[in-house]
């Protein structure tokens, strides 16, 4: 099995270093302890999803069995089997090999994960969030491993993040399916790319430039600032009634998943472009996290394949993001909108003023890093 050898056939230079068997088994079992855990914890989650959530979000009406409902079902199940699959496969692959990062704080990678998760589930992101902290702490040297960290580490959290939400929201399964599809080839052609990249400047430049464009996409789309909304060329839940919507839309996903290789997020540029195109904004939301952690699970391959990673700093935030993506699914949605009546509106302005904030100043961080490595090159070769 060609997984089973992943770590055999990096192409990078490092050397890789293997752990004793016992050392193995024991890294394995305290892993798959942990992931248990927060599987019990999505679980009760889950439960209350469909018992609480669901009701409250539809005007009292319960979760049945109709054909709509039990394709988001299905939907729901098939994200939940592949983080489940996915985190068994990574675990027992790659702990067999050295971490490259031993040396890491835990503490404050897991914190980072639990933050990123959090912001994620209530629709700020986590690819900007997380490179902010992890750059703002120091937890991070090697700016080419950064894109296959995010994309190795967040990968479950947001399959189980769209399992929370994906039957919450109607929308068109055969958009959902032709967009997710696009996503997740488009991210699988960036990161055989993106993984070969040894010169950190590139990743640098490709990063710090695209995230300066996403910030001023979350700005447009801001519901305060509301110059870029929704149109009305067409249905809001479907892009199928009119050809040309689903072709550009297609189009336009694929070059998401290929920008998303670098480690830059799905949601704002998601959000604008289909926003443009007529869907609704809610509707936006379980196509944007579909395809977001779907797209992840061929790139990380990819990224784990050419050992192009953090491997504890991805083991961490791979955990904790999940428990933060149900504190923010129990704390947010069913404790303060729900049982509190909070305004939804008011909470996610605040947040996603932080996220542009947070993005503009990893924006400014990357581009300034690149122009001094650039000048200390000019004056190395003067």
């Known amino acids: 099995m060609e997984l089973e050898n992943i770590e055999l056939s990096h192409t990078n230079t490092e050397k890789t270093e293997f752990v004793s068997k016992s050392d193995y088994k024991k890294r394995f079992t305290f892993w798959m302890m942990l992931f248990g855990i927060a599987l019990v914890v999505v679980t009760c989650s889950l439960l209350i999803n469909y018992l609480v959530f669901y009701p409250w979000k539809n005007n009292g009406k319960k979760f049945s069995w109709s054909s709509e409902e039990l ?47 959090f912001t ?20 991070i040297k090697d700016d080419s491993k950064l894109p296959g960290t995010l994309n190795v ?32 080839a488009g991210t699988f052609v960036g990161s055989l790319f993106v993984s070969k990249i040894k010169d950190p400047k590139i990743v640098k430049i490709v990063m710090g430039v695209t995230l300066f464009f996403v910030a001023i ?4 789309t801001h519901p305060q600032v509301n110059v870029i909304n929704t149109s ?7 892009l199928i009634d009119k050809p040309w919507r689903i072709i550009v839309a297609t189009v336009v996903f694929f070059f998401l998943g290929m920008i998303q290789s670098f480690g830059i997020g799905l949601y704002a540029p998601a959000m604008a ?42 083991n961490l935030i791979m955990i904790w993001s999940i428990f933060g993506v149900v504190a923010a699914f129990l704390l947010v949605f069913v404790g303060l909108q ?27 961080s990357m581009l300034t890093e690149y122009y001094l490595i650039v000048k200390r090159t000019k004056k190395t070769n003067i």
């Open 273 to 314: 472009s289909l926003s443009f195109l007529g869907l609704d904004q809610q509707v936006v939301f379980p196509i944007m996290a579909c395809g977001s952690s779907l797209c992840m699970l061929p790139a990380a391959y990819s990224f784990i394949k050419r050992k192009k990673y953090l491997q504890l700093t991805a």
């Open 338 to 364: 729900m049982g509190a009546g909070m305004d939804e509106q008011m909470f996610n302005s605040v947040l996603k003023w932080l996220a542009i904030t947070v993005i503009f100043y990893v924006s400014i």
């Open 232 to 238: 009305d060329i067409g249905d809001k839940t479907s």
């Open 217 to 220: 996409l979350m700005i447009l």
């Open 153 to 184: 580490a967040l990968g479950v959290s947001a399959l189980i993040e769209s399992a929370l939400f994906v039957g919450a929201i109607k929308v068109n399964t055969t958009t959902l399916f032709v967009l997710v599809g696009a996503v997740i």
């Open 120 to 139: 994620d589930t209530i629709g700020v992101g986590s690819f900007g969030v997380i490179t902010g902290l992890l750059k703002a702490t120091k937890s």
């Open 71 to 117: 394709i988001a079902f299905i939907i729901v199940i098939f994200l939940l089997l592949s983080a489940i699959i996915f985190c068994i496969l990574y675990f027992w692959i790659t702990l067999r090999v050295k971490y490259n990062d031993p040396n890491q704080n835990k503490y404050i990678v897991g914190a980072t994960g639990f933050t990123g998760g």
